[in-house]
């Protein structure tokens, strides 16, 4: 039998690169990571809201965060900030591709078009940049390098009026899958999370009487999740400890895609 191998169970001293970090799970990825002595540059296309989510860290006593404004849909800019995060913490660890958007069309309105291109813009193609950019700091990480998708439950079914979301998130499964099978000899692990009903910025037009009515009628644990609830996975994906773990796709929703009636 093999001697027993303590693993290292924690994310102290990595770096972190996160999107969408001004709001809902992007800000909860960032706040948790801190907390957990991780390096983090906090990005999102609304600059002001991400200082003052840095600004909201470093009150609660955790000094090792950087801000960033950046449209993840810029393809300069995405590599700006990679070697600004390397030149800032003197590597690149760990990666969450996190930033998007819901905007719902049938296919029949003519603003399908630009919603189609701006959902795989933002939401698929970053991704792809993104993990190329960051490439060579996460094959250097010293314990291997980690990635995490969001995707949604949106990329295991489809619900009515949300094409090219469901489009870009389908896609995010597949990249997840394609990056594990191709970054595995680097000793970089690629996962994915698929986010149920969370309470967020993306949520937060519907209302509380309809949520909870969702909620009790689709969801075995009859709530909306909270963005903290999908950091801690996202954290525990990139644990050292969690070596063995790519390519898979793990919905966090209370149980939402495995229900029936
Ligand atoms: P949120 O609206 O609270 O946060 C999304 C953040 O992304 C915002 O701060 C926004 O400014 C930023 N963003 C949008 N476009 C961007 C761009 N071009 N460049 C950089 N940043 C940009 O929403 P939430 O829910 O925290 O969203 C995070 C991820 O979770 C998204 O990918 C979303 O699709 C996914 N998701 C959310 C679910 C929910 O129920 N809230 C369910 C399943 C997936």
């Not at 093999?2 to 001004?22: C, D, E, H, I, M």
């Not at 701006?118 to 060579?136: E, G, N, Y």
């Not at 949604?152 to 997840?176: C, D, F, Q, R, W």
């Not at 609830?229 to 644990?239: K, Q």
């Amino acid at each position: 039998m093999l001697p027993y191998q303590p693993l290292n169970r924690s994310v102290a001293g990595k770096t972190l690169f996160v999107t969408g970090a001004a709001s809902g799970m992007g800000r909860a990825t960032a706040h948790l990571f801190a907390r957990e002595g991780a390096n983090v540059m906090a990005t999102d296309l609304n600059g002001e809201g991400v200082e003052a989510v840095a600004a909201e860290i470093r009150e609660a006593g955790f000094e090792t965060v950087r801000a960033m404004a950046l449209d993840v849909s810029d393809q300069d800019a995405l590599k700006t900030a990679v070697a600004a995060t390397v030149e800032a913490f003197g590597g690149l660890d760990i990666l969450i591709n996190n930033a998007g958007f819901a905007r719902q069309a049938h296919p029949s309105e003519d603003a399908y078009e630009d919603i189609w291109r701006a959902s795989i813009d933002v939401m698929l193609s970053a991704h792809q940049r993104l993990i190329r950019a960051a490439l060579p700091h996460l094959m250097a990480s010293s314990e291997g390098g980690r990635i995490v998708n969001i995707a949604s439950t949106e990329g295991l079914g489809a619900t009515p009026l949300n094409g090219p979301y469901v489009a870009a998130k389908h896609g995010v499964i597949g990249l997840t899958r394609a990056m594990a099978v191709d970054l595995g000899r680097d000793g970089i692990t690629c996962n994915c999370i698929c986010p149920g009903p969370i309470i967020t910025g993306i949520t937060d037009a519907i209302s509380d009487e309809h949520k909870t009515i969702y909620a009790k009628r689709r969801v075995p644990l009859r709530r909306y999740g909270i963005p903290e609830e999908v950091a801690n996975i996202t954290l525990s994906l990139c644990l050292p400890a969690a070596s063995y773990l790519t390519g898979a796709i793990i919905p966090v929703d209370g149980g939402m895609s495995i229900k029936n009636a």
